[in-house]
């Protein structure tokens, strides 16, 4: 059954009434007294940084995911920045990454003084596409940063096939998957590099945090001072050590997690799977409603892979429609539906075109992408009716734009 007909002065964007009277917003966190309890006890010990907590949340991290050594930072940003500079790349070198993604996943190769190549993805899952990356892969190339956009892994199977005999190193940003596998195999131990955010949006939060994640223990090591200004021994280390002396040998930044949000990171990181669990309930929920929905296109998931559903994004058809995607994503936020937009590619961003010389048309798919989607509620505190009320507001919309 498709969406009933409703005419567009019932749409709160015109004076009706909206489908919901308190605003739904498309993410949030979820704290409970665990939670708070884990930061209070780390505010009355001895250490509020850099103690105990840290060694324990990437134990722990670690633990979960399968990977071997994990290196706590304060951003997803910063993680990203390590992880590359762990690469040491030098000027002239490329870094390889998606069109669709978070304008910070291509910024960290600037920092490191690299340039971001801008590649686009596939048109129905927006994960990078190993063919574009094989078209732009060049001797420079000293990285591909693979996405795992909305949750899903990208195919780091199919992209180690288009590196071999290259030496670029794979690095995930899975700012969006902690959680999610691939062929059986979790994320965190897929890429040589994986790169975790714990901004309260993501699935498990630190307020801000990152985590780079490796089997390489020499580059853990690198990372480590890395985030503590390239110095070689932290301040715990000097204090077993009964030592002063310590050595700056190579230029590092202050990316260093607090014991605080490390202990709150350790909290979270117990109820993640629940959390999942129930963001791919009502991923269940929406995409039954939406296969009935032709105007309305699900990403596509593919069978191989798990999903950490961070983000459920739609595409619109519009050939179908009499509003672009800007008139029903103001429809929608006037039904109290807190729907957003992930991405603008990053290669239309204006300092992008204006330092990188990128341009509409570069990448026809995610630019195609880009103009009709829309991303959906989705957090694991939602209830069924929640989720019921964003359905019933995109039928809504859908309904009163049906051509
Ligand atoms: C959130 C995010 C980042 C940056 O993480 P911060 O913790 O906000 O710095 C990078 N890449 C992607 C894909 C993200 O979603």
Redesign the pocket.
């Known amino acids: 059954m498709s969406a009933p007909a409703t005419t567009r002065r019932e749409l709160a964007l015109h004076g009706g009434a909206p489908v919901r009277s308190t605003p739904l917003p498309y993410g949030r966190q979820s704290i409970d007294e665990e939670d708070v309890q884990a930061v209070i006890g780390v505010l009355r010990s001895d250490f509020l940084t850099t103690g105990p907590q840290v060694d324990a949340f990437e134990c722990d991290v670690a633990g979960y995911t399968g990977a071997e050594h994990a290196v706590a930072v304060n951003?997803?940003?910063?993680?990203?920045h390590t992880a590359l500079a762990s690469l040491k790349p030098g000027p002239g070198d490329e870094v390889i990454v998606p069109a669709i993604?978070?304008?910070?996943?291509a910024n960290?190769a600037l920092y490191v003084g690299a340039t971001p190549v801008i590649v686009d993805v596939d048109p129905h899952s927006l994960l990078i596409d190993p063919e574009a990356v094989k078209g732009a892969l060049t001797e420079r190339t000293k990285a591909v940063v693979a996405?795992?956009?909305a949750g899903q892994p990208a195919d780091v199977d199919a992209l180690r096939e288009v590196l071999k005999g290259h030496g670029a190193a794979l690095v995930a940003?899975?700012?969006?998957s902690l959680g999610a596998s691939l062929r059986g195999r979790s994320v965190g131990t897929l890429a040589d590099l994986t790169?975790l955010?714990?901004?309260p949006?993501?699935a498990m939060t630190t307020g801000?945090?990152?985590m780079v994640l490796t089997d390489d223990a020499t580059r853990a090591e690198a990372m480590r001072r890395f985030r503590n200004h390239g110095i070689d021994r932290d301040a715990a280390a000097r204090q077993r050590a009964a030592s002063h002396y310590y050595e700056m040998v190579e230029l590092g930044w202050n990316y260093r997690l607090t014991d605080l949000q490390c202990a709150l990171g350790r909290s979270q990181l117990v109820k993640l799977d629940r959390w999942i669990a129930r963001r791919r309930e009502i991923a269940q929920q929406y995409d039954e409603a939406f296969a009935t929905l032709p105007e309305v296109r699900p990403l596509t998931m593919h069978a191989d892979r798990s999903s950490a559903w961070?983000l459920y994004v739609i595409r619109l058809e519009p050939a179908r429609l009499s509003a672009d995607r800007d008139e029903v994503f103001r429809a929608l936020r006037a039904e109290n539906i807190g729907v957003n937009v992930?991405?603008m590619p990053v290669h239309l961003h204006p300092w992008y075109r204006d330092n990188l010389g990128t341009r509409p048309g570069q990448c026809p798919e995610a630019e195609g992408a880009w103009e009709r989607m829309l991303t959906l509620p989705l957090f694991p505190e939602m209830t069924d009716e929640d989720a019921a009320d964003v359905v019933a507001a995109v039928k809504k919309v859908i309904g009163a734009f049906r051509l």
């Open positions: 951003s997803g940003t910063a993680a990203l993604t978070f304008a910070a996943s960290a996405v795992d956009y940003d899975a700012c969006h790169c955010s714990f901004h949006v993501k801000e945090g990152g961070h992930h991405y």
